[in-house]
């Protein structure tokens, strides 16, 4: 308990200071959003206007810092990020939820995908190292994982959709449809899936097979292995229950902190897919000059990445009596 209390401060304390950053920043640049906003149209607004884009914005310049923050944190409590420039009127977080469920649905599934085959083909490959699963599937899995994600996306593209015509090309859904939970909206989201998320699962699974493989290794020698062999123990029991459960603990803290960046989106996935998630959403962020929307992309990811370390943290506690016995 006193671990979990510990992460749990640690957690707190560095919130704290990544809200703190992201509220200094922004005023660290010259100008201030409205002015941004005002630069569009090249002077052709009067006084009047900026007053009132300051007020849209959040932007009070008569107010002081220590106000501001205060502001700016109730504001946060509030899920209240100010208005995005980039598609102004519209608020920064209607925006975002506009983006996040495609990311979370196509980044978050594939994440656990890749997660739960890499871990399974790296416990067989060392289970029965040196056989045909071991020789072949991690270096091969290996190997892939270290083309880009991009280039390996334009490969599919060009063989899936633009020689064989099987699969979309890009995009979420097909072109001129309407976001729904029709079973046909739902066949669309699939179907244009199926290449990003291909993409995603081929690139990524040869790490977790290598470090489950070499976690499983170095588990295989343990004492309390060896006595459950001696005991005659069925094998799958050994393999699953003593030498794969402890062997995926070190793994438990890399899958929680990949599934914090799928907030973030792949960007260069979505991008290359035209998939529209945050990844893409920040790519149009920063063209634009879209600065609260920015803003709010970069405090979405850092928190869904320290979220998952904490929960990292915790299921290690849960897991390992070690970590409990500090």
């Known amino acids: 308990m006193a671990v979990i209390i510990r992460r749990v401060e640690f957690f707190l304390i560095t919130l704290w200071a990544a809200v703190t950053i992201n509220f200094i920043l922004p005023r660290m640049m010259p100008g201030n959003p409205a002015e941004a906003m005002m630069a569009h149209f090249q002077g052709r607004l009067n006084p009047a206007a900026l007053h009132a884009l300051e007020v849209a914005f959040g932007v009070n310049t008569k107010e002081t810092i220590w106000q501001q923050y205060v502001q700016y944190l109730g504001d946060i409590v509030h899920f209240k990020?100010?208005?995005?420039?980039?598609?102004?009127?519209?608020?920064?977080?209607?925006?975002v939820m506009q983006a996040l469920p495609?990311?979370?649905?196509?980044?978050?599934?594939?994440?656990?995908?890749?997660?739960?085959?890499?871990?399974?083909?790296?416990?067989?490959?060392?289970?029965?190292?040196?056989?045909?699963?071991?020789?072949?599937?991690?270096?091969?899995?290996?190997?892939?994982?270290?083309?880009?994600?991009?280039?390996?996306?334009?490969?599919?593209i060009y063989v899936f959709a633009v020689t064989l015509h099987w699969l979309p090309s890009g995009f979420g859904y097909d072109e001129g449809g309407n976001i729904n939970l029709s079973w046909t909206f739902i066949h669309q989201a699939i179907t244009h899936a199926i290449l990003p998320a291909l993409t995603i699962i081929v690139t990524s699974i040869g790490g977790w097979i290598l470090t489950m493989r070499n976690n499983m290794i170095g588990t295989l020698s343990e004492d309390y292995v060896r006595m459950a062999r001696a005991k005659g123990l069925h094998p799958m029991r050994i393999m699953i229950q003593y030498a794969g459960r402890n062997a995926i603990l070190?793994?438990?803290?890399?899958?929680?902190?990949?599934?914090?960046?799928?907030?973030?989106?792949?960007?260069?996935?979505?991008?290359?897919?035209?998939?529209?998630?945050?990844?893409?959403?920040?790519?149009?962020a920063v063209a634009a000059e879209d600065y609260p929307l920015m803003q709010a992309l970069f405090l979405f990811v850092t928190i869904a990445v320290l979220a998952a370390v904490l929960l990292a943290d915790v299921a290690n506690a849960l897991l390992d009596p070690r970590i409990r016995a500090r």
């Not at 990020?81 to 925006?95: A, D, E, K, R, W």
Request: a neutral charge.
């Open 102 to 156: 495609w990311t979370l649905t196509l980044a978050g599934v594939t994440t656990v995908i890749s997660f739960l085959l890499g871990t399974l083909i790296g416990m067989i490959a060392a289970w029965r190292r040196g056989g045909i699963a071991d020789n072949l599937m991690p270096p091969v899995f290996v190997i892939i994982s270290a083309l880009p994600y991009f280039w390996l996306g334009l490969i599919c």
């Open 250 to 284: 070190p793994n438990i803290t890399g899958f929680a902190m990949a599934l914090g960046f799928v907030v973030s989106g792949l960007l260069l996935t979505e991008i290359v897919f035209t998939y529209p998630g945050v990844g893409y959403l920040f790519l149009q």
């Open 81 to 95: 990020f100010g208005i995005s420039l980039s598609n102004f009127p519209v608020p920064v977080m209607h925006v």
